[in-house]
Each structure stands twice: as structure tokens, then as C-alpha cells.
């Protein structure tokens, strides 16, 4: 079966999730064939996971004063900043008889992505939780997610190319506590190909040759037609919709991806003030 290969450039988090919920429908439909697709966005943006509490975790003002888009993707888990120094990736394919579970479908396309970027940087990643892609010094510097439909499934994979700590900060909450004043935390866990000395201008165009040619299946490079553009519009309203991205606000608290390990946190502080009660996280 033949990939479809899709490139993305200079959009927003709404388009990005409705190009993504689009292929999900249209190739369990069998209308469209396995599909992969490179991303960047060309502004800040903010997804929350499904299930997360948007006023507890993101200080919507400063997020609006940022520059920053907000939405509530379809996948779960917990907040991540995407901005253009992040590159996404993200594989859409139809289930099977003998579907992978979900833990063999991070690890296929996890593993594509870490054995990608060492061919790309040289740089040793390696796959905890399921869905974390971390240094060998245990620094965060990419994570998955994905999604089921009745007929499809999707695991998209953001890497980061450069992190801004301080923009990151000052948008980011866990259980309505700011989070500032951790930078020096941060620092140790929340890293990059830059952080880690192996930023390389050309990384996205190179990465994205390398991890095409992970799979066996041949492929077809093809730009989004005039139809679809118009269908993902439609379903970008939906993610820009305020009741939406506010939820019910009983969602619990998840705080941001580069802050766990897992389900544990990884600041000392916080860890004790859960323990006290202090904080509430799931």
C-alpha cells in the first residue's frame, strides 16, 4: 500500500489537529491510503489534552498576551507548547485484524522517529512511559499521543528543535500554581536539539527524508487539494469554538508534558505539596 505524504508549513494548532481528525476519518473510510504528516505551525500554540483542565493548567491571559492559540485536541494527556522551533509528525493508518495495542503502536512510530534523528544528529534517544522521548541524561526533548477511530488510529510525535523556558512559564500552570519560579527545574528535564548541541538548520527537511524511508511501503507526495483545504476549515471552527476548548471544567488537573516522568512529577517541591494535599493532579 502507498503512503501519502502531506507537508504542512506556516499553520495554526486548529489547522493542524483538523488535518489530522480529517485523515483520521477519511482513511478509515478507505477513501484515503495510510497518511504521514510533517508539521509546523507558524505561532505559539497550547494543546491541552482531552481530558484536562484548561483554567487550572493555563493561564489563559498570558497565553492571550503570548500570542499564544489554545485548543483541546482529541488525544490525551497533558498540555504541550508547540510553537515553529517544534517539528510534528504525525501517522495516520487503518486498523487491522491484528491491530497493534497501544503501547507496540508508540513504540512503531516512537522508534521511526528516535532512529530517524540519530541518523539526522547523531544524538541517542530512547522511548520511556510509552510515549516519551528522552536524552540519555533523562531531559524531555519530544512525546506522542494518539487516538483511535472505530477504523483508524493516529500517533502524532512533536521533537523540539529550541525551547524559550520563559515563554513556556509563563503560560503553563499545575493545579492553578504558576510556575516561574521552577525555571532552574525546568532547565534540567525540559530540553532540546539545541540544549543538547545538535541544532542543525536543514534538521526538519533532513529528519523528514530519513523517516520516510523507515517504512517499506512505496509513497506519494501530495499537497492538500482545494476540496480538502475547505473541509478542514470546517473542522477547525470546531477547535477554535471557546465552549470547547474550556470543557466542563471538572476535568482534573494533568499540568504540562515536560513535568512528569510517567505519573510522578518531577520538581521536589510540587511532589511534597501533593503529598500535603496542596496540589491536586492526575
Not at 484515503?32 to 497550547?46: H, K, L, N
Not at 512503531?108 to 528516535?114: K, L, T
Not at 504558576?178 to 532552574?184: F, G, P
Request: aromatic share 10%.
Amino acid at each position: 500500500m502507498t503512503l501519502r505524504i502531506i507537508d504542512l508549513e506556516g499553520i495554526d494548532i486548529y489547522t493542524l489537529h483538523a488535518t489530522e481528525d480529517y485523515f483520521l476519518e477519511q482513511v478509515g473510510q478507505g477513501t484515503q491510503p495510510p497518511t504521514v504528516i510533517f508539521s509546523t505551525i507558524y505561532r505559539p500554540g497550547i494543546s491541552i489534552g482531552k481530558e484536562q483542565n484548561l483554567e487550572r493548567d493555563i493561564d489563559t491571559k498570558n497565553a492571550k498576551k503570548r500570542g499564544a492559540d489554545i485548543t483541546r485536541r482529541m488525544t490525551g494527556g497533558r498540555s504541550v507548547w508547540l510553537d515553529q522551533d517544534h517539528y510534528i509528525v504525525s501517522l495516520i493508518r487503518p486498523k487491522s485484524p491484528n491491530d497493534l495495542d497501544t503501547a507496540k503502536k508508540y513504540a512503531d512510530v516512537c522508534s521511526r522517529v528516535i532512529k530517524s534523528i540519530h541518523a539526522t544528529t547523531g544524538l541517542e534517544l530512547f522511548l520511556k512511559n510509552n510515549n516519551d522521548l528522552m536524552t540519555s541524561q533523562n531531559g524531555h526533548i519530544g512525546g506522542a499521543a494518539q487516538h483511535s477511530s472505530k477504523d483508524s488510529y493516529i500517533v502524532h510525535c512533536y521533537i523540539r528543535k529550541k525551547i524559550n523556558l520563559d515563554c513556556v512559564l509563563d503560560v503553563i500552570m499545575l493545579d492553578g500554581r504558576k510556575l516561574q519560579n521552577y525555571k532552574n527545574e525546568f532547565k534540567e528535564f525540559a530540553v532540546s536539539l539545541e540544549t543538547e548541541g545538535y541544532y542543525d538548520y536543514e534538521f526538519s527537511k533532513k529528519f523528514r527524508r530519513s523517516f520516510i524511508s523507515c517504512f517499506e511501503e512505496d509513497f506519494e507526495e501530495k499537497d492538500l487539494t482545494t476540496f480538502e483545504k475547505i473541509a478542514i476549515e470546517k473542522i477547525a471552527q470546531d477547535y477554535k469554538n471557546p465552549s470547547y476548548i474550556a470543557g466542563t471544567g471538572n476535568e482534573p488537573s494533568r499540568g504540562n508534558c515536560d513535568m512528569f516522568e510517567g505519573s510522578k512529577v518531577r520538581i521536589r517541591e510540587l511532589t511534597e505539596l501533593a503529598k500535603k494535599g496542596e496540589l491536586k493532579f492526575r
